[in-house]
């Protein structure tokens, strides 16, 4: 693939689309071909699918929870993330496998071999070139999400964001290419850490880091 696949993961309000806007903005403006995307959604038909799954008014059961993901993940995968990485340019994705072992495996208890099953099949086992992590001490959940809307999922409780929190850390120790990010602190000193990374894997050089 001639392009870079670079994915934001972490629980909830842990700083993914500040940082994915920031690198998307910086890159695209010195002339870097950047698609910024997002799961659940990234397409049309993706996007209709995060509707049902994030709306706080639907009890969805858990199965139907992880088919749904994996249906938009199929989907945003083979119609969007791969077209644009054979074109060569460089995909920044908030959220993507991941979040589905931490939430659907680590979270809700679904086997984490079924869900493994299913990632490989929606991403036809394709992997990022880099997967930040963004892991923050659950105080700030609360103060950086006061006043934003609480979808579905941002409404489990405080055991729940422990799991998954848990769940990202053990996940990311046996993921190739993946780091994980400590996001309490100050959004410059994140930012820093993330052109670190994009250097160390060889998608970003030196050089272009200055221009940045
Ligand atoms: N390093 C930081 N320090 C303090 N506040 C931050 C930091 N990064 C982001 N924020 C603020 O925290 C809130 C959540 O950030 P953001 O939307 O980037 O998180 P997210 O991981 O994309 O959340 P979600 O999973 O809900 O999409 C926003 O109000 C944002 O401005
Ligand atoms: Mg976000």
């Known amino acids: 693939m001639k392009g870079k696949f670079i994915v934001f993961e972490g629980p909830d309000r842990s700083g993914k689309s500040t940082q994915a806007s920031m690198l998307s903005k910086a890159l695209s403006e010195n002339g870097f071909d950047v698609v910024l995307t997002r799961e659940p959604g990234g397409d049309q038909v993706a996007e209709q699918i995060r509707n049902i799954l994030l709306n706080p008014d639907h009890n969805v059961s858990d199965m139907a929870e992880l088919f749904?993901?994996?249906?938009?993940?199929?989907?945003?995968?083979?119609?969007?993330?791969?077209?644009?990485?054979?074109?060569?340019?460089?995909?920044?994705?908030?959220?993507?496998?991941?979040?589905?072992?931490?939430?659907?495996?680590?979270?809700?208890?679904?086997?984490?071999?079924?869900?493994?099953?299913?990632?490989s099949i929606a991403t036809l086992d394709f992997q990022p070139d880099l997967t930040l992590v963004f892991l923050m001490s659950d105080k700030y959940f609360t103060q950086r999400g006061e006043y934003l809307f609480s979808d579905r999922l941002e409404?489990?409780?405080?055991?729940?964001?422990?799991?998954?929190?848990?769940?990202?850390?053990?996940i990311a120790q046996k993921t190739?290419?993946?780091?994980?990010?400590?996001?309490?602190?100050?959004?410059?000193?994140?930012?820093?850490?993330?052109?670190?990374?994009?250097?160390?894997?060889?998608?970003?050089?030196g050089a272009d880091i200055k221009i940045l």
């Open 68 to 119: 749904l993901y994996e249906a938009a993940r199929a989907q945003h995968t083979q119609q969007k993330i791969i077209p644009a990485l054979m074109d060569g340019k460089i995909v920044i994705c908030e959220r993507y496998t991941m979040s589905t072992c931490a939430y659907q495996g680590y979270g809700r208890g679904i086997d984490m071999k079924i869900i493994n099953q299913l990632n």
């Open 176 to 205: 190739p290419n993946a780091v994980v990010v400590d996001a309490d602190r100050p959004v410059k000193e994140i930012w820093r850490t993330v052109l670190d990374e994009l250097v160390k894997h060889d998608i970003l050089t």
């Open 155 to 170: 409404q489990e409780d405080e055991a729940f964001r422990h799991k998954m929190r848990q769940g990202y850390r053990e």
